[in-house]
């Protein structure tokens, strides 16, 4: 599975982003979740939000539930962070990745996930 993020860039403090995440290699089904995770500069990678890939169900961080709305198009295999009200705390590299057949319980922790993306810089300004 190959994970390609894009869409961040230069947005000012209370502006918008959408990120995408595109999968290739193999079509998403049950037991597939994707999930975004950031890292700011000296800081460590954190869970932002996940998906359930078949339910849809989704789980968000405390920090960006309410602005942020993850999404998914099965029929593009693609997922997406809807990032709203941002702060310039929310500046970092977006990561996205995906796992399959691991119970939910995992969902926001990094390890237990196969496949990542390289990445994509959000920088919000003040």
């Known amino acids: 599975v190959q994970l390609q993020a894009y869409g961040g860039g230069l947005v000012q403090a209370g502006g918008s982003l959408r990120l995408s995440c595109a999968a290739s290699?193999?079509?998403?089904?049950?037991?597939?979740?994707m999930a975004w995770f950031r890292q700011a500069p000296g800081k460590e990678r954190e869970f932002v939000a996940a998906?359930?890939?078949?339910?849809?169900?989704?789980t968000y961080a405390d920090s960006t539930e309410g602005r942020f709305t993850i999404s998914r198009d099965a029929a593009k295999n693609t997922g997406y962070l809807q990032m709203n009200s941002l702060k310039p705390e929310d500046t970092a590299v977006y990561y996205c990745?995906?796992?399959?057949?691991?119970?939910?319980?995992?969902?926001?922790?990094?390890?237990?996930?196969?496949?990542w993306g390289q990445g994509t810089l959000v920088t919000v300004s003040s």
């Open positions: 998906i359930r890939w078949s339910s849809r169900s989704t």
């Open positions: 990745a995906a796992r399959s057949g691991q119970v939910l319980s995992t969902i926001r922790f990094d390890k237990y996930y196969h496949y």
């Open positions: 290699g193999r079509t998403f089904s049950t037991g597939y979740d």
